[in-house]
């Protein structure tokens, strides 16, 4: 079946760590995203990626850092630099333009202590 | 961006439908409206979106008005599994050509036996 990978879905770091979470695709997709979500609120744009070796920052980039060198494959690393990394992320993909879906991982439940 | 606006909760019983609206008043012309689910501590699932005209799929149907300053989700006979949050989205053109989802907080649906 066709659709985006998130793991792992639950992690705990300490403070003071880098952690990478991962997310796969096998839609065929160009673009991909990451978003954080606080509880009770909405999703807000981390960062996002049209095509394979390019990405830009969205609207809450700071402390974070991404690398697309496979289409397939969007990860995310939460720095040290992140002040309040403790949330649920989640990565989407879609086909570029404005007509379309974007289809939703699982998510991972990102615990710093 | 546009703005959404939504009211925070709704009820509704089963077997019922259930009208959720969004206003969208900013919108511009190019812009299109999307309607995502999200059940608790999952991703998103996307349910139907438009531009003026309005739409039907096996989920639901999507009423735009003629002035497109507002939208009505139908989920035709809602189900227990229909609790969900549910948010109104403008997709909006972004940076190069990229599309990003603008998520605000959305409606709590809750489906009432």
């Known amino acids: 079946d066709g659709g985006i990978t998130q793991s792992p879905k639950y992690l705990f770091r300490k403070e003071g760590q880098n952690v990478t979470l991962s997310c796969e695709q096998n839609l065929n997709h160009d673009a991909m995203y990451w978003y954080r979500q606080d509880p009770g609120q909405g999703l807000r744009l981390i960062y996002y990626?049209?095509?394979?070796?390019?990405?830009q920052k969205g609207d809450i980039a700071e402390g974070y850092s991404v690398s697309r060198e496979k289409k397939e494959s969007f990860p995310l690393t939460v720095t040290s630099a992140q002040k309040n990394p403790t949330a649920f992320y989640l990565c989407a993909s879609s086909i570029p333009g404005i007509g379309t879906e974007a289809f939703f991982g699982q998510g991972t439940r990102l615990t710093v202590v | 961006d546009a703005k959404t606006t939504q009211p925070t909760s709704m009820d509704c019983a089963e077997g019922r439908a259930a009208n959720l609206p969004c206003n969208h008043s900013?919108?511009?012309?190019?812009?299109?409206v999307y309607w995502y689910r999200q059940i608790h501590s999952q991703g998103p699932q996307y349910i139907i979106h438009?531009?003026?005209n309005n739409e039907t799929n096996e989920m639901a149907s999507l009423i735009i008005t003629e002035d497109r300053k507002s939208s009505t989700l139908i989920l035709p006979h809602a189900t227990l599994r229909d609790t969900a949050v549910y948010y109104c989205?403008?997709?909006?053109?972004?940076?190069?050509?990229?599309?990003?989802?603008?998520f605000g907080q959305g409606t709590r649906l809750t489906i009432n036996p």
């Open positions: 900013t919108i511009s012309g190019n812009e299109y």
């Open positions: 438009g531009l003026k």
């Open positions: 990626s049209q095509i394979v070796n390019d990405f």
């Open positions: 989205i403008v997709r909006v053109a972004w940076d190069q050509g990229a599309q990003k989802l603008v």
